[in-house]
């Protein structure tokens, strides 16, 4: 058997399920009207499209893993669970894990970017400063560096919504899938920077290492590479993140997560579970009550 | 029906946690024949199943289809179905197929019954058309072994007798069938054997005549009854899997 074999439709069905539910096309509405208010509220979308980026980074900070989570804590609960159906055709956990990723990556990348887009449209025909389609010196404002930004957020977006699959799968109710999602929101959100926070506060790390304990946290792995990558390029600001560990902490997450979401289905993660489950059940047998 | 199994059982056991749902389970199912489970609930039926179809992983012993090779060896309607929603009944049997030979839903949706039905979304169908899409499923790809559980559940009577029938036509064909069922008088007017399970083990197997003359009965619920010794309460054996 192909190690991808089934991969095709299983995206396909993924992104049908995704273009089919109206509450996800409301979610995108949802986001342009967020950046609306931001943007009037903040007035970067005056001052091109370096300053609109910088003014969306934080709602998007928080807004991106809700919609990764929104999209992925579904994927494998309810009567979108058919797994166990599956294990009876030629489909590899590889290949369900994958082609459950990419169509649902796809819708997120369209839930995200489209408003986004519409938003960079509009900064071309009302935004500041003449631009320059290539940003070859500091101080210039550029389409691409918008574009670069719409691909960063679809990056992070990414990790979150893999990690929020390998969480889903790891429970067996999809309430518990909700709340496994929920959680990994919560530690996609808050978690890493208040970790890094701790470590600093508490002496564990040291300065030289921040750049590097920020990068593996999601985001401020994205916050850094977009004041790195997008708002580094046109000022004289850099240094915010290790640019390869930031870039690797997110490919990592989203590898991992993929990983564990595959691996979950196999009979070895089975066994695993039952041992586990028959120590427990000894141990709070032995525990008095 | 031919002696040849196409699947053989040995020594299956299934714990979860320190609940050991299934001991020392073995059987051999012979090809081209409808093979029922049967058993009071919590006996372990679904739990065998699951095992067997490669769903659940057992505790100890083996599993090994020794049937033709094809792409899906296995068919399997779960106990409880699930469709995605928002896809209509020929979708979701089309989705289905294109994992394998990429053949059309009508066919399949015609056997059941369903054929009326294939532009219906699978939210809008009743819980008995569910079943019967469930059955068509577990068919895509046409696989030598076909594992049902409980197929007649939330059937009325006369579609009850449909799917049984059909299950004895598909093993005229020479399509195996082991089905789980609580409709005792079916089983019997079907199955060509039956494994009685009580109490996560084979309690009894064979013939619908060997278990009657065995336990001295004139019908399955009466060797069901024999067995299990009827006490009116649910047999919990199993666990959450």
Partial sequence: ???????????????????????????????????????????????????????????????????????????????????????????????????????????LAAIVGTPLVIVGLVISQVGGPPSLVFATHQGVDSPVLFVRFIALTTGFGAAVLAMTMAASVLVRTSRAALAAALAVLVVVVAGGDLLTLTGLTAGVLEDDLLGTALGLSPNAAYRGLVLELVVGVATDRSGAIDIPVAVAGLVGWTVVGLAITAGVGQRSFSLLRDRIKTRTDRLRAALPR | ?????????????????????????????????????????????????????????????????????ADRPIGYLPQNPTFRPGFTAAETLSFYSSLVDGSEPEPLLKRVGLAAAADRNVEALSGGMRQLLGIAQATVGDPPLVVLDEPASGLDPNMSANVFQTAAEMAGAGTTVLLSSHDLTLVEETADSVIVLARGTVAASGTVEELRATFDVDSLRGVLNAVVEDTGQVAVVGGNP
């Fill in chain 1, 1 to 107: 058997m192909s190690r991808l074999r089934g991969f095709g439709p299983i995206a396909w069905r993924e992104l049908s399920t995704v273009v089919r539910t109206r509450g996800y096309l409301l979610l995108s509405v949802g986001l342009l009207a967020v950046f609306v208010g931001v943007l009037r509220s903040g007035g970067g979308i005056d001052g091109g499209y370096v300053p609109t980026a910088v003014d969306l980074l934080l709602p998007l900070e928080l807004l991106v893993p809700i919609v990764a989570v929104a999209l992925g804590y579904r994927a494998f609960s309810g009567d979108n669970d058919d797994r166990s159906v599956l294990r009876t055709y030629p489909v590899s956990d590889r290949s369900l894990a994958v082609g459950v990723f990419a169509g649902r990556f796809v819708g």
């Fill in chain 2, 1 to 69: 029906m031919t002696d040849a199994p196409i699947l053989r059982l040995d020594a299956i056991s299934k714990s979860f946690g320190t609940v050991e749902a299934l001991s020392d389970v073995s059987a051999s199912i012979p090809s081209g024949s409808v093979v029922a489970v049967v058993g009071p609930n919590g006996s372990g039926k679904t739990t065998l199943i699951r095992i067997l179809v490669g769903d659940l992983a057992e505790t100890s012993g083996s599993v090994a289809y020794e049937g033709p090779e």
